[in-house]
Structures are given as C-alpha cells and as structure tokens.
C-alpha cells in the first residue's frame, strides 16, 4: 500500500512539474504574441504613410527631385 502512495505521489509532482512549464511557455507565448501585433500595427501605419506618399507622387519622382524635398 505504501509504494502505491509513493507512485501516486511522484506522478502527481511530475504533473504538477509539466502544469507549471507549459504555463511558463504559455506566458512567453502570449508576450511573444502581444510583440508581433504591436510590430504589425507599426508597419500599417507605415504602409499607410508610404501610400499616402505614392499617391501624393513623391515616389513617383526621380531620385533628386525625392532628395531636395526632404532638405
């Protein structure tokens, strides 16, 4: 009967091992998660500046013309 505690036991602290390492990867997972859609909302906002631009037509111009109008 007594071995039968101990197995049960050892099992129940690996289990309780396992629980507690995917909770860690879990949260990393989740602020891994929050970085890229951060990033993501950073690059429409430049996608949005560029297409403003191009339709302005200061893509459109030639390379001088695009160097003199940022100085």
């Known amino acids: ?15 309780a091992l ?5 909770t860690i990867r ?3 997972l989740k ?8 990033h993501i909302k950073e690059l429409k906002v ?3 500046i560029y297409k403003v631009d191009l339709g302005n037509g200061v893509l459109a111009r030639k390379p001088n013309q695009w160097l003199m109008s940022l100085s």
């Open 1 to 15: 009967m007594m071995g039968g505690r101990k197995a049960s036991r050892s099992r129940d602290m690996l289990l």
């Open 46 to 48: 430049e996608l949005v």
């Open 26 to 28: 879990d949260d990393a």
């Open 18 to 22: 396992e629980v507690y390492k995917l």
């Open 31 to 38: 602020v891994e998660v929050s970085t890229l859609k951060e």
